[in-house]
């Protein structure tokens, strides 16, 4: 299984509104990943997982909140979003540190529309 | 600190032609190279890598890039490209030990007409 699963697909939700957006892998890779992408631009880091611990947040905005349960899942709870924030949100995983010797393997994203 | 540039935003190219999308890197430490190919609201999928060893690197869907050390470059070809092959693709860079931080190019836009 060489997949990332991205629920959902699309997500439209006011700016009042709390949302979460879920990723799920089984190839037992210990780094998870969101990049942020806007239309006609390339992927953005925002946050990394190693190991279920944030490793990295590349100063993201506190209404992206994310959350790392288990080695298999990736969360980003979204609060008090702008229309600004509107893109496509991808979650990727990969091995880490001695074991890096392969790619990333990226989700389909979600699409999400802050109105 | 690593950076790509893709030197063309748009190649127009007719169908059964060959193409080459330009990629240069800029990196003080050694680093993985890779294209990755995104269609219309889709995410990312792997087109080619390189980490090591031969510098040349095929896919199985014609493309080839190779790796260029003195010249800082990740060029990828394909002899010969179809409709189907109308893309947007982004170069990237990660370093060792942790090949999901990428620093992706601008990316460009591959338009094959027929």
């Known amino acids: 299984d060489t997949e990332v699963t991205q629920t959902p697909k699309h997500l439209v939700m006011g700016m009042t509104n709390k949302k979460s957006l879920k990723c799920e892998q089984h190839?037992?890779?210990?780094?998870m990943y969101w990049y942020k992408q806007k239309a006609k631009k390339p992927p953005e880091l925002m946050f990394v997982?190693?190991?279920?611990?944030?490793?990295i947040n590349e100063s993201v905005p506190s209404r992206f909140s994310p959350e790392c349960p288990n080695s298999s899942l990736l969360n980003l709870h979204l609060h008090a979003l702008q229309p600004e924030d509107s893109a496509l949100y991808l979650c990727?995983?990969?091995?880490?540190?001695?074991?890096?010797?392969?790619?990333?393997?990226f989700g389909q994203g979600t699409r999400l529309t802050v109105v | 600190a690593q950076s790509v540039t893709q030197l063309d935003s748009q190649v127009p190219v007719f169908e059964e032609a060959p193409v080459e999308l330009r990629c240069n890197y800029s990196?003080?430490?050694?680093?993985?190279l890779f294209w990755y190919v995104q269609y219309p609201n889709q995410g990312l999928q792997l087109l080619l890598k390189?980490?090591?060893?031969?510098?040349l690197v095929e896919s199985i869907n014609g493309f080839e890039a190779e790796f260029n050390k003195s010249q800082t470059s990740f060029h990828l070809r394909k002899p010969s490209v179809h409709i189907s092959d109308t893309a947007e693709y982004f170069c990237?860079?990660?370093?060792?030990?942790?090949?999901?931080?990428?620093?992706f190019g601008q990316g460009t836009t591959l338009q094959v007409k027929p």
């Open positions: 990727a995983s990969s091995q880490v540190g001695s074991r890096a010797n392969t790619e990333a393997f």
């Open positions: 190839m037992g890779h210990r780094a």
């Open positions: 997982y190693s190991y279920e611990k944030l490793s």
């Open positions: 990196s003080s430490v050694s680093v993985y």
């Open positions: 390189y980490l090591s060893g031969s510098t």
């Open positions: 990237a860079v990660s370093r060792s030990g942790n090949t999901g931080k990428l620093i």
